[in-house]
């Protein structure tokens, strides 16, 4: 039994389960300028206030994962990344702070917590998005430690990526409004969600092209024979998902468009695992040589068989007992 291959499932699904639970959270919060009134901003609130602080726990879970199996890796990448990791912990902890005091604000401060809310949103989304460009890029190593600079991270393409990860979450929130709000609020999100979701397809687009030119490895692994052949169905059903996105947001419909915009995320998730694939460290670290002792391993294991289930459980409990619409005239606190 590959115990480093069945670890990296179980990050990899914490860290997927992570950008599709918290992106439209963090998403509606990117939205937040977008509306004005009051009462759209509470109901946007609303259709979140349930589940979003259950979200974290999955990048927890990706975070610990990787510590518990993969202990190299897990100290390169944090050496690597440790400004852009915590500036997005302290965007996370300051949105979630507002999320909460924005309910019990006077009228007169409000407009403080807003303003707090749609900054950590915005802030922790666009590190995120900054890490992972620059993780794409590769991570320089000696001596099995990090070997470069504080700053390496700020680059073209990272800076690309965060831009990127915003588009993203903010499709995932404005088609989230489409499926739980009714009304104005939702014919608005209508109109939002065919701009954001083609600005997406553009991004998608030159992340695709960028990605292979920045990397003759990553080229050679898209676009060899018979790879090419292989590999042809992601970026196929990337045109044919955005199409019926379209679609479905020209229709009207409301569960469809959200369910089209998690499968792009899917998609451009498995783009960039099959890119760097089985490096745990681009360029040319795999997870075999950054995996932990077996026994270390097996541990670990028996306790994630134990919580993950957990995990599950509950959050599929509390999405489905705040299952349906959202209503003005309901309230958080």
């Not at 759209?40 to 609130?45: A, E, N, Q, V």
């Not at 990127?164 to 109109?191: E, F, H, N, P």
Request: net charge neutral; proline share 5%.
């Amino acid at each position: 039994m590959d115990l480093s291959l069945i670890w990296a499932a179980i990050i990899l699904f914490g860290i997927m389960m992570y950008i599709i639970m918290d992106g439209f959270d963090l998403g509606i919060g990117i939205l937040y300028p977008f509306f004005k009134d009051k009462s759209d901003r509470d109901l946007m609130m609303n259709t979140v206030a349930p589940v979003w602080d259950g979200n974290e726990t999955w990048l927890v879970l990706g975070g610990a994962g990787l510590l518990a199996a993969f202990p190299l890796a897990y100290s390169v990448i944090l050496s690597a990344f440790a400004l852009p990791l915590l500036l997005m912990l302290m965007a996370l902890i300051f949105r979630g702070v507002a999320f909460e005091f924005r309910f019990r604000a006077k009228d007169s401060e409000r407009h403080f917590w807003d303003k707090a809310f749609t900054g950590g949103s915005v802030a922790a989304t666009f590190f995120q998005g900054m890490t992972l460009g620059a993780y794409l890029q590769g991570i320089p190593m000696s001596n099995q430690a990090y070997a470069g600079g504080s700053l390496d991270w700020i680059s073209p393409f990272s800076l690309f990526t965060g831009l990127g990860l915003l588009v993203t979450y903010a499709l995932l929130g404005s088609t989230w409004l489409i499926m739980k709000t009714d009304g104005a609020l939702q014919a608005s999100c209508y109109r939002l969600s065919k701009h954001i979701a083609t600005a997406l397809f553009a991004i998608i687009f030159i992340i695709s092209v960028w990605t292979p030119w920045m990397d003759s490895r990553i080229a050679e692994r898209w676009f060899s024979m018979p790879n090419l052949l292989w590999l042809s169905p992601v970026p196929l059903l990337v045109g044919l998902c955005f199409y019926r996105l379209q679609r479905a947001l020209s229709q009207q419909a409301e569960t469809r468009p959200f369910l089209y915009t998690l499968a792009l995320v899917l998609l451009g998730y498995a783009g960039l695992g099959i890119s760097i694939w089985p490096n745990i460290i681009p360029p040319d670290l795999p997870i075999q040589a950054a995996a932990a002792p077996h026994i270390s391993q097996m541990f670990a294991l028996i306790g994630a068989l134990v919580i993950i289930p957990i995990i599950l459980i509950y959050t599929a409990w509390g999405y489905y007992i705040f299952r349906g619409k959202v209503n003005r005239d309901e309230h958080y606190h």
